[in-house]
């Protein structure tokens, strides 16, 4: 069974960064995805990465600040975020996108102002 385990969510003041990682198991998938929900808002898709980590999707809210990477050989993902905006206060997942496997715990990343 396919299971997500994100982690490195923290409090950070606007303007800071985060490192999160989220680690699959349990199979690979060719293109992987970081999603965020913020409070009363759906989940959505804030970037993606191919199985080769050469082909990347971001939504333009976070294209220049936000990185997606891939170890593929262990079934990691990453999400560089840099910049980051009291807005973007959310909880944070890990996924195969489009979104078809169990959703993980998430991982909290509040961001004070």
Known sequence: QVQ???????????GGSLRLSCARSGGATYFMGWFRQTPGNERELVANINY???????TDAVKGRFTISRDKGKNYVYLQMNSLKPAETAVYYCNSCPP?????QGTQGPVSS
Not at 7 to 13: N, P, T
């Open 52 to 58: 080769m980590g050469d082909v990347t999707h971001y």
């Open 4 to 14: 997500h385990v994100e982690s490195g969510g923290g409090l950070v003041q606007a």
């Open 100 to 104: 078809d496997d169990p959703w993980g």
